[in-house]
């Protein structure tokens, strides 16, 4: 199904509304309200990150489907969900409105969010960068599985398909945070990355959330639907 110019422009505002409550929110947590580090205040930025998912899943998903995720985006090519030029566009816009979320991050909250390179995700020191990759796989695995179940089963009611990604996404936060950041988009790592110019591990956050998603997407269809079950639904 061919997408257009409506979809590009929900996955622009959907990536924007994703990126910047989840990055400002660990700039609210961590300084504005004096928590001693991102990993003490990991679940208001759970819940807020988790929040804002859903709303955007309600928002915008029957216009898009809602991936605001390259992660997402990539498999959903992989699987041939989505034709390549609209997979393309829509890698367009997450960036564009990753980056636009960064700066209007920086703009806002410019010295209290330079303290924690405005909400940039990074490794915690007791792991390496190969375990935060799969760390970030595994949280990613398990996001796209419930979007493909929302996406492509018709299994899941409309009415719960935001609850149920949303949640997903808060639990990811709430195990990983503390490991990783939680990012399991690497559009989250990207636009806070390019407002700190911090960009030493920004690769964890792209290899780890395709190579999950990717995995969770053939699972899911090749291994855990029958042929008369898949179809291409959106939210």
Known sequence: MKMGREAYVAEFLGTFALVFFGSVSVTIFTVVLGLSSPASSILGIAIAYGLVLMVMVYAVGYISGCHIN?????????????????????????????????????????????????????????????????????????????????????????????????????????????????????????GPAIAAGSYQTLWVYFAGPIAGALLAGFVYQYLLLQKGLRSTRKQ
């Open 70 to 190: 390259p992660a997402i985006t990539i498999t959903a090519m992989a699987l041939r969900k989505l034709e390549v030029d609209d997979g393309i566009a829509y890698l367009v816009a997450q960036v564009l409105g990753a980056t636009s979320a960064g700066w209007a991050h920086a703009l806002i909250l410019p010295g209290a969010g330079k303290l924690v390179d405005f909400g940039t995700p990074a490794p915690s020191s007791i792991i390496s960068q190969s375990t935060a990759v799969a760390v970030e796989a595994i949280i990613t695995f398990f996001l796209m599985f419930s979007v493909y179940a929302v996406l492509y089963t018709d299994r899941v009611p409309a009415g719960v398909s935001g609850v149920l990604i949303g949640m997903t996404l808060t639990a990811d936060v709430l195990i990983a945070g503390p490991l990783t950041g939680g990012a399991a988009n690497p559009a989250r790592a990207l």
